[in-house]
């Protein structure tokens, strides 16, 4: 199965061959990770890693204007920064 094939079958409730799997690292991750595997870019390291990242699609947010820290859809999010950068974290979730 294509990284498309596998999605769609589980998300139409369907088997896949395997589980799909994403990926979610910070900046410094990703290059150790790039660098680890011997690669030149962190997309050739995850397909070395068979990762079936999802192609996010979606209409042109046209709603009321957003704070800089929430997301279309409602979630708020705030900088969380340590010794070597940044990441972004969900802190409100409108469903939670």
Request: aromatic share 8%; net charge negative.
């Amino acid at each position: 199965m294509t990284a498309r094939e596998r999605w769609l079958a589980v998300l139409s409730g369907g088997t896949p061959d395997r589980v799909p799997t994403d990926y979610w690292g910070t900046r410094e991750a990703s290059e150790k990770l790039v660098r680890h595997l011997g690669c030149n870019s962190l997309d050739e390291a995850l397909d070395r890693l068979h990762v079936d990242r999802p192609l996010k699609v979606g209409p042109r947010y046209v709603g009321p204007g957003l704070d800089d820290s929430e997301d279309e859809f409602g979630c708020r999010h705030r900088t969380v920064r340590y010794s070597t950068g940044a990441y972004s974290e969900c802190v409100f979730h409108p469903l939670a």
